[in-house]
Structures are given as structure tokens and as C-alpha cells.
């Protein structure tokens, strides 16, 4: 099942090579709209049918000496641009639990 997490990764940077684009930084992350730990909690338990109640949470700065920006997304500008796209998370991510359910019963 790791394989399976990782293996669109793989393919953008095996196709990254391949085309021999540029050196430089690429942000090789699935497709889809920005989504908070929060919302990907929420559809892990969605894809598993779960009643669970789900409720988000503010971290005061107060918690850690880290300043973190409040929002940060990582983009595939630079591989859409040179014709990598990876897949959507909504589907990678219920592909993923997938595989573990057929190891693991959930």
C-alpha cells in the first residue's frame, strides 16, 4: 500500500527526468482544491463510513514558539506547465485506504 501513496510522486519525478526539464524546485502534490487537516480528517472518515463527530480547532500561538503563515498551499504550476498532472487527492486517498482495508480490517 505505500507503493501505491507514492507511485504518482515517483511518476512525476521519473517524468520530470525523462523530459529533462530545468533544475529547480517542484512541488509534486495531487490535484484538487486546498484542503485543511481538518477536511482531510473529515474524508478519511467519510471514506470509511464513519459516525464520528469531527470537530475543528484553533491553535493558539501560544502552543509553540514556531510562527507559521496562515495559509500556505503548495502548487504544480511547473508541472502542469510541462504536461505532469497528478491525480486528485480525493481519489488517491480513497485508493490508499483501500489497499489498507485489504491488509488491515477496519
Aim: net charge positive; no cysteine; charged share 15%.
Amino acid at each position: 500500500h505505500i507503493q501505491t501513496a507514492i507511485a504518482a510522486t515517483y511518476q512525476s519525478i521519473e517524468s520530470i527526468l525523462e523530459k529533462e526539464l530545468p533544475y529547480g524546485i517542484y512541488h509534486a502534490v495531487s490535484n484538487g482544491k486546498p484542503v485543511t487537516w481538518f477536511d482531510f480528517t473529515k474524508q478519511i472518515a467519510n471514506i470509511l463510513n464513519s459516525k464520528i463527530s469531527i470537530h475543528s480547532i484553533n491553535t493558539p500561538s501560544s502552543y509553540t514558539s514556531i510562527n507559521r503563515p496562515q495559509y500556505s498551499v503548495l502548487l504544480n504550476n511547473k508541472l502542469k506547465e510541462a504536461g505532469i498532472n497528478l491525480p486528485n487527492w480525493e481519489d488517491s486517498l480513497a485508493k490508499y485506504i483501500q489497499n489498507v482495508r485489504t491488509k488491515i480490517p477496519i
